[in-house]
């Protein structure tokens, strides 16, 4: 076992503050062809595919996870990144961000696979633009500008210009939260203001702990230890649920912007992020 693998068997059980459970994966494919993934089953539409093999509670030790797979849901669902045109669209401009800011590509393909199921007409009620379900004042900050003839969410409408900003966003939250990924995807699930007043922990929202779990355990199935192994070390540093019937609101706004959002509030209250 690599250290890459051993540094992603720890996060998928040192999850600071959720509660007991089991690190399944569900999730369907719709009628238009687009995935949805949860930790959870959020309807009846969502089928098990994928069922960590070991309960862990974060309060007491925790064994390596030996994931299991459902051989018939979990087939379908792979199935998809294999055929489906969305993904073979855009896994060029996955593998230029993962190249250009040292992210993993499978975390990328994580992140996006649980943001918009590879949809990149997706835009969340909270307007959270395509896949990466970047808001467009988080893209403003890294230079993704809108004018007259092109606001700044067509623009995130542009797979290319989505992908980078979002790869560009969560190579920032890799650095503010080193060597803790969980941390990184809950600030692009909650917003980095809320993981900071939360004491650099997760939140506690039901939506960012299902999303970190979704994400890490998605990662985990599509870089399986023997394909780690291969390959080597893998970047520590990297960031995604989807909600019933598509992507949901954002909240990777910049920090200093954070605390007009009480702690109260939802994860992906404001908007996300990203830059071309």
Known sequence: ???????????????????????DVWGYVDEKGVAHFA???????????FRG???????QGIATPRPVAVPTSQSKLLAFFDVSPAYKQVKHHLREASKAHGIDYELLKAVIATESGFDAGAVSPKGAVGL?????ATAQRYGVTGDAKTPTARKLADPRVNIRTGARYLRHLLDLFPGQLELALAA??????AVQRAGNRIPNYRETQNYVKTVLQLYGLLKPPQLAAREGPAPSRVRMELPVGGARGRGNLPAR???GVPLAAGPRDE?????E
């Open 188 to 193: 692009y699930n909650a917003g980095e203001g």
């Open 132 to 136: 990466m379900q970047v808001m467009p």
């Open 271 to 275: 908007g996300a992020t990203v830059s």
């Open 1 to 23: 076992m690599t250290a890459a693998w051993r540094t992603l068997a720890a996060l998928l059980l040192a999850l600071a503050l959720l509660p007991a459970a089991r690190a």
């Open 257 to 259: 912007e954070a605390p």
């Open 39 to 49: 930790a959870e089953r959020l309807d009846e539409r969502y089928q098990l595919f």
């Open 53 to 59: 093999g070991e309960s862990f509670d974060t309060t």
